[in-house]
């Protein structure tokens, strides 16, 4: 058997162990065995953490450089993700069971994220105010807001720290980030980097470990200031109670069952492959998978023959060769969610496209490319978030019955809208609940717009510039430019 690789976490710049000497292990989905060793953060390895990050913003380098020496520091790290991103692709392939094709390429575009932030970094500034009393003068200023506690799942999550980490730094913040339990490796690995760009030590800390006491202890620590999470509604209510000790600003990226419309007047085609892979790209593990098909009633079943013919051509297989288009799930336990749902809803009369079972590639968690045709927007998987390459499909014959089915969710993260209608679209897009619509295209993102949900898919934007804004506190200085002295106010006249 070969060795299990062995991590240390990244605290006030050294790489450590967790104190009581505790780790877990971590499993490659591909084969099912476990590959590396994960140190299991106690809850004082946590406050230590916390503890250098505000020494890092009250003293020390960090506190003394320019916004322009800061944003410098954030495009070295950008620099180095690109000359890194061949092996902190395969270190995440291996851990994640996500595709290495795309995993390196992911690495590679996050350099454009802490490029975006480099350049935010000496634009943030406040302004004067025209103040309606005389001889003042009134402006604004933005400071950092504090030790912020970034918290990541485990897929996509070096875009995911990246659009936290970034904004953060670029405004002066310090960082302890939690890395998922599920796959910690691709963020130590990224936490190399962080010395090399020429951050200082403590500005940057990684912690491992599970939601309690890891999670909890940092969410809920005294000293935290903000905490930005994307994770799953049930675990974000828990960071909502830890933050009550703290009261600590939070955001939340909650994932989502976002609908995919296609109308009758869409390029079929286009519309295919963008719904394919919405759903069937990183094996239907993203936050924005279009896991809801909702096919005007006159291209259902033709729409439905092609996706089920593309879906009979993915090659699923090792997540490291480049022929491979589809990998493993991450987890037994995401196996086993997929499968029960997919069952219950044929017994609540889905009818099943394509798929529908595990997928004899040699591991138990790979799951085949799944279409089942729903009679009703009331079965249980319609609205139920699988984070796998399962579709429910819908049907509509109106407009506003295609807006009601998207919107009949307590989601709201995420929408397409396969239209040649241009009207249309602009109506739809105002109509649909999302933070997020794309038309036309599907599962796009860039660091200059804003991304992030509503209702159940939580609240605040990550990415673009009004991000960094989110990573201060306005701070009003009021100056008094009179010689004349201030009157006593408890001096009758």
């Not at 505790?22 to 406050?47: C, H, K, M, Q, Y």
């Not at 944003?71 to 595709?99: F, P, Y």
């Not at 519309?271 to 892979?277: E, I, K, L, M, S």
């Amino acid at each position: 058997m070969t060795e299990l690789k062995t991590y240390d976490m990244l605290i006030d710049g050294a790489w450590v162990q967790a104190s009581d000497g505790a780790l877990f292990d971590s499993i490659n989905p591909a084969t099912g065995e476990n590959w590396a060793r994960i140190p299991e953060a106690t809850a004082e390895d946590v406050d230590r953490a916390v503890r250098a990050a505000d020494r890092a913003m009250s003293s020390g380098p960090w506190k003394s450089m320019s916004p322009t020496e800061r944003g410098r520091c954030l495009r070295r790290l950008a620099d180095l993700l690109v000359d890194h991103s061949e092996d902190l692709g395969r270190i995440e392939t291996l851990d994640t069971g996500k595709m290495f094709k795309e995993t390196r390429w992911q690495a590679k575009y996050i350099s454009e994220f802490y490029q975006f932030y480099a350049g935010c970094a000496d634009k943030i500034h406040g302004e004067t105010l025209p103040i309606d009393k005389p001889d003042l003068f009134v402006f604004t200023k933005r400071e950092p807001i504090g030790v912020i506690a970034a918290v990541v799942p485990w897929n996509s999550q070096l875009f995911l720290s990246a659009v936290k980490i970034g904004p953060a730094l670029a405004a002066g913040n310090a960082v302890v980030l939690k890395a998922s339990e599920h796959a910690s490796a691709a963020m130590l690995e990224f936490g190399k980097l962080i010395a090399e760009a020429g951050i200082p030590d403590g500005v940057v800390n990684i912690v491992t470990g599970h939601g309690d006491p890891c999670g909890k202890a940092l969410t809920s620590h005294p000293l935290v200031a903000r905490v930005a999470f994307t994770g799953g509604p049930s675990a974000a209510r828990h960071v909502l109670y830890n933050s009550a000790e703290n009261f600590a600003e939070v955001s939340l990226e909650l994932g989502g069952k976002s609908p995919v419309i296609v109308f009758d007047d869409a390029d079929v085609e286009s519309a295919v492959n963008g719904a394919v892979g919405g759903i069937f790209g990183a094996s239907g593990q993203s936050c924005v998978a279009g896991s809801r098909l909702i096919l005007h009633e006159d291209i259902a079943d033709t729409f439905l023959e092609k996706m089920a013919a593309v879906a009979a051509s993915v090659r699923i297989g090792d997540p490291m060769a480049e022929e491979t288009d589809m990998g493993p799930l991450c987890t037994s336990g995401q196996m086993e969610t997929v499968e029960r749902e997919v069952a219950h809803a044929l017994s609540e009369g889905g009818r099943l496209v394509c798929g529908g079972k595990r997928a004899d590639a040699g591991s138990a968690f790979f799951y085949e490319p799944t279409i089942i045709d729903c009679p009703s927007p009331d079965l249980r998987i319609v609205d139920t978030e699988l984070f796998g390459p399962v579709v429910s499909v819908l049907r509509f014959r109106t407009e506003e019955e295609a807006v009601a089915l998207a919107n009949e969710t307590k989601y709201g993260l995420a929408a397409g809208i396969f239209t040649r209608d241009s009207a249309r679209s602009l109506r739809m897009s105002d109509a649909v609940k999302a933070g997020i619509v794309w038309v036309n295209t599907y599962r796009v993102i860039s660091p200059v717009a804003a991304f992030g949900g509503m209702k159940h898919s939580g609240y605040g934007r990550e990415s673009g510039f009004q991000a960094v804004y989110d990573y201060t506190r306005p701070k009003t200085v009021w100056m008094n430019t009179s010689d004349t002295p201030l009157g006593s106010q408890f001096v009758s006249r």
